[in-house]
């Protein structure tokens, strides 16, 4: 058997009020009893973590475990699939924002994204959506930019011409 004061260690960790992490206390087990004892601890711990999780959940599922176990796994893979959700809402929403500003100019959406590749002007549509919000006077220099390379199609996109007017650094990529 353990002594007294080695039984008390042991379960100063069940004794902990509800909120309370687990401390870890270092002892010497003594008996196959004690050691069990100090598991069951680990498992409330775990237990609670599920719980805390669920804890907003309608119903049983927020208090008893095993029903709490398969709704919190279903949250967390719902959760990872609306992260990939989220960023292409994002994007359809830069691509719409842009769009909306080039009405003004006169372009469509594909002219001024082919017109701006050609140019190697390399800006996302983040920056381009809020250029168009915020910079309007840049966003509509850009869009006259592809405008122009677009007019004058191909051949001079492969010889490196710049549209008239445009004086730009051109650093080749390797």
């Known amino acids: 058997r353990a002594a007294a004061g080695e039984r008390s260690v042991a379960f100063s960790c069940l004794s902990a009020p509800f909120r309370c992490p687990p401390r870890r206390v270092e002892m010497v087990l003594l008996t196959p009893a004690l ?7 680990d498992r409330r711990w775990r237990k609670l ?3 805390k999780h669920a804890r907003h959940f309608r ?11 398969r709704a ?3 949250a ?6 609306a992260r ?8 359809n929403l830069w691509m719409t924002r842009i769009s909306a500003a080039l009405l003004e100019h006169g ?13 190697q002007v390399e800006l996302n549509r983040k920056v381009l959506a809020d250029m168009a919000i915020y910079e309007p006077k840049t966003f509509k220099s850009l869009a006259s930019l592809a405008k ?6 191909l051949v001079a996109a492969k010889e490196e011409k710049e549209p008239e007017g445009i004086f730009s650094r051109w650093v080749p990529h390797f």
């Not at 119903?59 to 176990?69: P, Q, W």
């Not at 967390?76 to 699939?81: A, D, K």
């Open 107 to 119: 372009m469509k959406y594909h002219n001024f994204i082919s017109g701006l590749y050609k140019c």
């Open 148 to 153: 122009r390379r677009g007019e004058e199609g």
């Open 84 to 91: 990939s959700l989220k960023k292409r809402d994002m994007r």
């Open 76 to 81: 967390f893979v719902y959760s990872t699939i």
């Open 49 to 51: 973590e599920v719980l």
């Open 72 to 74: 919190v796994r279903r």
């Open 59 to 69: 119903g049983r599922k927020n208090r008893c475990y095993s029903l709490a176990v």
């Open 35 to 41: 050691w069990i004892r100090t598991r069951l601890t």
